[in-house]
């Protein structure tokens, strides 16, 4: 049975690594392209960017979280300043509220500014796309890990972070993310300077996206694995090992560099830990189960990674085996660890079957196949990719699906035009998602929630669930909030829907195949 023992994880035979042979990363494949000397591993390689950005490129714009951080992106830019209230909504209007991702709505507006939803959509596909690049080089950076272990590693990081790549902050994140992994595997290699990265990433991370706390978890793991491998084997910390630890102390700093303050930042996480309805009804809060795709998944790459782990006696770095077991749990008590898991363990997942598929690529042997034919298949792909870009989606034909940039049942762009002519006295109870949707389309009506879940009580969400099923007294909390309209999904409201007519007080101002909007009877709105 092979075995296989990888930079011999004692601090001692820790060594320098001379730089690898030329022509084994992506910009390798590129060069080949153009040079028509394409190997066989730099198509591998080549493919496993290409797909997820052909799928990002055709992904359509979900409602949720994004046309509000449009809207505040705007606000921002309209007044210099970052709200600190809400001011969306009637029911929690004037509450304090910590808008955490403010950097990345100016972006997303610019972006809209500039370009529409087409262009948000590209940078959206570019970012996170980059991110699996920056954690397919950290697998590249181990020597003997090959083409084709890396291609798949990165693979199987993209399809455990898929069910995350709607368009909002969060691919910032992506991106961020991908880039600590590449800078601590390079620093696990190589040490060097390359861990000042660190705080200028947090500083600018913290005011991008909430996953932020994430990736302080996986520097932690580092550290803490670093620091311990040192005192065990050599009883002394390396100078590169206290280097990484004041590196990292500066990045924990730095996310103090926020509008809201350290305090803030802290406050900020605790509420969403603190929050029942995100930890109770976000679904991105949920944990795995193994009768969903996501949940099955996972087991099923975890339980083939330890079995061929330990078929292949492969020793893992300390801080590897410590982000799986840290970052597997996590994805087991809520999904969104996953896609942090996936590229966290990504370099670990393609040492071990790196035995299994590659040579050793240290001598910088690569398969060629047949230059041609890989050229002609690269270019191939490069062409789909290519199709694939949102601009073309009008003139592709109608069996390549997707020709709207936005997901038309869950965004209700022609019924939000007759609720921006209701006027101020409306107080509109709306599904949560057309909550999310509304702040952009019609900025001057207040609405009842959106997507911020943290944002409102645990009570005000248990009265949303029992007025959408319609369940005894929903009309009478409907008075109580003092709501004069309905705005509300067919699909997921039909209850609702139904009780409301069937009890003569509402009136149908406007339907069509996706939303209802019906009015209280006896309060006219003007």
């Known amino acids: 049975m092979a075995s296989y023992n990888i930079a011999q994880e004692g601090v001692a035979s820790r060594p320098r690594v001379s730089p690898r042979a030329p022509r084994r990363g992506l910009w390798a494949a590129?060069?080949?392209?153009?040079?028509?000397?394409?190997?066989?591993?730099?198509?591998?390689?080549?493919?496993?960017?290409?797909?997820?950005?052909?799928?990002?490129?055709r992904f359509t714009v979900q409602p949720n979280d994004f046309w509000w951080h449009i809207r505040m992106g705007q606000v921002i830019l309209t007044t210099g300043r970052i709200p600190t209230t809400d001011f969306f909504t009637f029911t929690q209007t004037g509450q304090p509220w910590l808008n955490q991702s403010w950097l990345m709505q100016i972006l997303l507006n610019l972006l809209y500014r500039a370009g529409e939803l087409p262009l948000v959509i590209f940078a959206h596909a570019i970012t996170i796309t980059a991110g699996y690049i920056l954690v397919m080089l950290a697998c590249l950076a181990t020597p003997g890990v090959g083409a084709r272990a890396t291609a798949l590693a990165t693979v199987c990081a993209a399809v455990l972070g898929v069910a995350n790549w709607n368009v909002r902050p969060q691919s910032a994140s992506f991106l961020c993310f991908g880039l600590l992994v590449y800078s601590i595997e390079r620093h696990r290699l190589r040490g060097g300077r390359v861990v000042w990265i660190w705080p200028v990433l947090f500083a600018l991370w913290a005011n991008l996206h909430g996953a932020f706390v994430f990736g302080l978890a996986l520097l932690g793991i580092y550290m803490t694995a670093r620091a311990a491998e040192d005192l065990i084997t050599r009883h002394h910390l390396s100078a590169d090992t206290v280097r990484a630890l004041i590196a990292g102390g500066v990045a924990v700093a730095a996310t103090a560099l926020n509008p809201a303050g350290p305090l803030g930042m802290v406050n900020y996480v605790l509420g969403f830990l603190k929050s029942k309805a995100t930890i109770n009804n976000n679904l991105e809060f949920l944990p795995l189960s193994i009768r969903e795709p996501d949940g099955a998944i996972f087991v099923g790459l975890v339980t083939g990674f330890i079995l061929l782990a330990s078929y292949r006696r492969t020793r893992l770095p300390w801080y590897?085996?410590?982000?799986?077991?840290?970052?597997?749990l996590g994805s087991l008590y809520t999904r969104r660890v996953l896609p942090w898991f996936g590229m966290g363990v990504a370099p670990a997942f393609a040492l071990v079957v790196m035995s299994a598929l590659d040579r050793p690529a240290e001598t910088g042997a690569t398969r060629s196949g047949r230059p041609?034919?890989?050229?002609?298949?690269?270019?191939?792909?490069?062409?789909?990719?290519?199709?694939?870009?949102?601009?073309?989606?009008?003139?592709?034909?109608?069996?390549?699906?997707?020709?709207h940039s936005t997901n038309v049942a869950t965004t209700p762009t022609r019924a939000a035009e007759v609720v921006c002519r209701l006027g101020p006295d409306l107080r509109l109870f709306n599904n949560q998602v057309y909550g999310s949707y509304l702040p952009w389309a019609c900025p001057t009506v207040p609405i009842f929630i959106d997507t911020r879940m943290e944002l409102y009580p645990a009570e005000q969400w248990r009265d949303y669930g029992r007025i959408v099923k319609a369940q005894f007294g929903w009309d009478v909390r409907l008075h109580e909030y003092g709501v004069n309209a309905l705005f509300v999904q067919k699909e997921s409201e039909k209850e609702l829907i139904a009780a409301a007519k069937a009890s003569g007080d509402w009136a149908t101002l406007y339907e069509d195949d996706y939303a209802v909007l019906m009015q209280r009877i006896g309060r006219v709105i003007q």
């Open 372 to 403: 041609l034919i890989n050229t002609g298949l690269a270019v191939f792909v490069l062409l789909v990719a290519f199709s694939a870009l949102p601009w073309f989606r009008p003139f592709l034909p109608a069996s390549f699906g997707l020709p």
């Open 30 to 57: 590129i060069d080949g392209l153009a040079t028509g000397r394409l190997s066989l591993d730099h198509l591998w390689l080549l493919i496993a960017v290409a797909a997820p950005f052909v799928m990002l490129s």
């Open 320 to 328: 590897q085996i410590a982000t799986l077991v840290l970052f597997g």
